[in-house]
């Protein structure tokens, strides 16, 4: 199921779309990077991953993070989906 199937449901979508979008813009070229190379990446890309992001300090990390707890808990109440991948920027 691709579509969010509730009002809560796109609600969250859009959280989670506005969180992402703030977190990416404000990130710097170095997070970017490994956070694309983990889209399908290699191994090497996920090892380099894990050595940036705790160094990164991203303005808007705390808003995606509640945006996915409230993404989890609505599933776990619901059994909706709401995907991850189309909510990134």
Do not use: Y
């Amino acid at each position: 199921m691709n579509d969010p199937i509730c009002e809560e449901c796109q609600k969250i979508k859009r959280e989670l779309r506005e969180a992402w979008a703030e977190a990416w813009l404000s990130a710097g070229e170095e997070f970017r990077t490994a956070w694309v190379g983990l889209i399908g990446g290699t191994e090497e890309d996920a090892v380099r991953a894990e050595e940036i992001f705790p160094r990164a300090k991203i303005p808007g990390a705390d808003r995606v993070r509640q945006a996915v707890f409230k993404k989890f808990r609505h599933e776990a109440q619901t059994g909706h989906k709401i995907p991850l991948r189309s909510s990134r920027p």
